[in-house]
């Protein structure tokens, strides 16, 4: 069975820092590029970085660059998402996704459509 699971969100004060898991199941996480988004109440899901399959530096978008770093456990088959120096417009819920419908694995395309495989999301909450 093809299958993402988040864990790892929680409610932190401003300032401090999570490290999501993304592990997979039913294919390679070193196969294909794994998708990092997020969407906050009332607002569209948005993307937050990729890891590509080759050792290219990950993705980022401008709102939480220089805030995470996208990492890979192969033997653990889990893609990793750490993020420092939270503040309150990064709450959300985090999701990872996969595009296992594409040929080409070179890319990270960080539009929500490209992705045919979604994990359960959770929750990042970051008040004081």
């Known amino acids: 069975q093809l299958q993402l699971v988040e864990s790892g969100g929680g409610k932190v004060q401003p300032g401090e820092s999570l490290r999501l898991s993304c592990e997979a199941s039913?294919?390679?996480?070193?196969?294909?590029?794994i998708g990092w988004f997020r969407q906050a109440p009332g607002k569209e899901r948005e993307g937050v970085g990729c890891?590509?399959?080759?050792?290219?530096?990950?993705y980022s978008e401008n709102a939480v660059r220089g805030r995470v770093t996208i990492s890979r456990d192969s033997a653990k088959n889990t893609v990793y998402l750490q993020m420092d120096n939270l503040q309150p417009e990064d709450t959300a819920v985090y999701y990872c996704?996969?595009?296992?419908?594409?040929?080409?694995?070179?890319?990270?395309?960080?539009?929500?459509?490209?992705?045919?495989?979604w994990g359960q999301g959770t929750q990042i909450t970051v008040s004081s």
């Open positions: 996704a996969a595009p296992l419908w594409t040929i080409d694995r070179s890319m990270c395309v960080m539009s929500p459509t490209w992705y045919d495989h």
């Open positions: 039913g294919f390679s996480v070193g196969e294909y590029p």
């Open positions: 890891l590509f399959v080759s050792d290219e530096s990950p």
